[in-house]
């Protein structure tokens, strides 16, 4: 799987992405994993012509000591469906931005 990961995180810090995870993005059956959205304007067209399968996200995975964002794009409510792709480049700076922006926002140190 092809992810942005940034390691080396202190505890009180990830207990602070968590947080902010819980708040911005939706949750998922397991605890460490956390779905963010994809804007609709940047989504592929293959994705733009499915509006049934939105919201399209990205997997936000937490570690012991790390956070890891997926760069593969999945349809939320239908995980089968052929839209699914990694992420372009548009998609991929959107997933960069997130998570520089959350390290920014929060005053992680890494």
Not at 29 to 35: A, C, E, K, S, T
Not at 81 to 94: D, E, N, V
Request: glycine letters at 2%; one cysteine or more.
């Amino acid at each position: 799987m092809r992810a942005y990961l940034i390691d080396e995180i202190l505890p009180d810090d990830m207990a602070n992405i968590r947080a902010y995870l819980k708040e911005n993005t939706v949750s998922s059956r397991l605890d460490q994993v956390f779905w963010a959205q994809i804007p609709d304007d940047l989504l592929s067209a293959d994705q733009l012509a499915h509006k049934n399968c939105r919201p399209h996200v990205f997997a936000v995975e937490l570690g012991e000591d790390w956070v890891k964002c997926e760069y593969f794009i999945r349809s939320l409510p239908n995980m089968q469906c052929t839209c699914p792709a990694y992420a372009g480049r548009l998609q991929r700076r959107h997933i960069l931005s997130f998570a520089d922006n959350m390290i920014r926002q929060l005053g992680v140190k890494t």
